[in-house]
């Protein structure tokens, strides 16, 4: 039991910055970018509760285009489209909404950026860099978030103080 608890600790701990005014100030990119990939990217191809009515989508359904968009990517992503779409859909669904409320901040920052990383090279690498920069912008808010966790200002932070 006392390993899990360890585990836990190692994968919820944020790092905190000394003085919260820091914190605040480094929460608000991971505050907006969670929010802008839930809502905007996120509830496009997978149904969320904010989803727009006219997507058709149910709840955790993801869009019917999205799998065919995968499989034209080829190995891997072609012997399971549908996997790997609703694997990218929930990582920028539900994955931007646990980024947004900093919980389980480097786990879904994890799923984040193997989700832009795979938009950048197998999607968005040929349309230059204009047509990478929201992926890219994603990828480093994520990157900078499984780094350092939420801050004192995510839900990590209190789960992480009631462990101790």
Same mark, same amino acid.
């Given at each position: ?22 914190d ?7 505050i907006?970018?969670g929010?802008?990939?839930?809502t ?9 509760p904010?989803?727009a009515?006219?997507? !058709?989508?149910?709840?955790?359904e993801?869009?019917?285009w ?6 034209s990517?080829?190995?891997?992503f ?44 197998m ?10 920069l929201?992926a ?8 900078y !978030?499984?780094?350092?966790?939420s ?8 789960? !992480?103080?009631?462990?101790?």
């Amino acid at each position: 039991m006392t390993r899990i608890k360890t585990l836990l600790k190692l994968v919820v701990a944020p790092v905190t910055q000394k003085h919260w005014l820091a914190d605040a100030i480094l929460a608000i990119p991971r505050i907006l970018c969670g929010l802008w990939l839930t809502t905007m990217f996120g509830a496009d191809k997978f149904g969320m509760p904010w989803t727009a009515d006219s997507q !058709n989508l149910n709840l955790f359904e993801v869009s019917a285009w999205f799998p065919e968009d995968v499989a034209s990517y080829g190995g891997i992503f072609a012997m399971a489209p549908v996997f790997f779409a609703w694997m990218g859909a929930f990582s920028e669904a539900v994955g931007g909404l646990f980024l947004a409320l900093g919980f389980k901040t480097r786990i879904a920052s994890f799923l984040i950026m193997c989700t832009m990383l795979t938009a950048i090279f197998m999607q968005k690498w040929n349309q230059g860099l204009w047509g990478m920069l929201p992926a890219m912008g994603f990828l480093w808010v994520a990157i900078y !978030n499984l780094l350092l966790g939420s801050g004192r200002f995510g839900l990590d932070y209190l789960i !992480n103080k009631k462990l101790n």
